[in-house]
């Protein structure tokens, strides 16, 4: 009996390599293409975990200053959810107002300097604003020293006076409107401080200021003391007119920006 001898199969070498390989390397690429868990939410990881990082910050201040924390954020906290983290932070910036997440993040960085400096050291806007205290004192006293500087001079007024004299009473009067201007920036920062609303940005805004302090100081002592009629009081009106000015030049650049608005009306 004849025997028939079956047909030989022959299977591909490498085939079932190439099939795993190629599944592996789809596998790969779809791990590699899939977004982070905070994208697929439409916001990224690192935004999520800055929320995440704000409302401790937020929660620790409020714990510490004794504030009242709405208990609502407690499951809020606890959630994965951008809508759940964005109520919770909404009600604990309402809870540690007037302090702000930045803010409170700044002094924390400060606070947490662990090298052995002191407060000037660590806030250098407040060494800068001691020793321009400080020199707008020296350059006070040096120039009150000066026989150019008496009640004559100052009434005189930069239009009749000149020369060492009107140098000497213009500098003068820079002084004390400085001294003006430290007086409120040294006591803002210090409310800052107590207050945690201390922001690193608002060095630009204390240098202007300065300036801004010392012309309002020389625009009150010099045209609004010109129209003093008794003579005698002139240096106590032009010294307390630049101080006044220095202290609250915010106030003067509204008065002077409400004046020109009216003017501005009146051709409207």
């Known amino acids: 009996m004849a025997t028939s001898n079956p047909t030989p199969t022959f299977t591909p070498t490498g085939s079932s390599k190439s099939k795993s390989s190629t599944t592996t390397t789809a596998s790969t690429n779809e791990t590699a293409n899939e977004p982070p868990k905070g994208i697929s939410k439409g916001v990224s990881d690192d935004t999520m975990i800055q929320f995440k990082q704000?409302?401790?910050?937020?929660?620790?201040?409020?714990?510490?200053?004794g504030k009242t924390i709405n208990t609502d954020v407690n499951s809020l906290i606890e959630s994965d959810k951008i809508s759940d983290l964005i109520n919770a932070h909404n009600i604990l910036v309402k809870n540690v107002a007037p302090a702000t997440p930045k803010s409170i993040a700044y002094l924390d960085v400060v606070s947490k300097?662990?090298?052995?400096?002191?407060?000037?050291?660590?806030?250098?806007?407040?060494?800068?604003?001691i020793i321009l205290a400080i020199i707008f004192l020296i350059l006070f006293i040096g120039t009150s020293l000066s026989d150019e500087v008496n009640t004559l001079s100052l009434s005189k007024g930069i239009l009749s006076n000149s020369g060492k004299s009107l140098l000497l009473n213009i500098l003068f009067l820079c002084a004390i409107s400085g001294l003006g201007v430290m007086f409120y920036l040294l006591r803002s920062i210090s409310e800052g401080i107590k207050n945690a609303t201390l922001l690193p940005e608002q060095t630009i805004y204390y240098t202007a200021l300065i300036i801004l302090g010392i012309i309002s100081g020389l625009i009150l002592s010099e045209i609004v003391s010109s129209y003093n009629v008794n003579q005698e009081l002139s240096i106590f009106n032009?010294?307390?007119?630049?101080?006044?000015?220095?202290?609250?030049?915010?106030?003067?650049?509204?008065?002077?920006?409400g004046i020109i608005n009216k003017i501005k009306s009146i051709f409207q």
Do not use: C, H, W
């Open 113 to 129: 300097d662990n090298t052995k400096k002191s407060l000037l050291t660590k806030l250098p806007i407040i060494r800068n604003l």
């Open 238 to 257: 032009n010294a307390v007119l630049a101080l006044i000015g220095g202290f609250s030049s915010d106030a003067i650049f509204s008065i002077l920006q």
């Open 54 to 65: 704000e409302l401790e910050n937020m929660l620790l201040y409020a714990m510490n200053s």
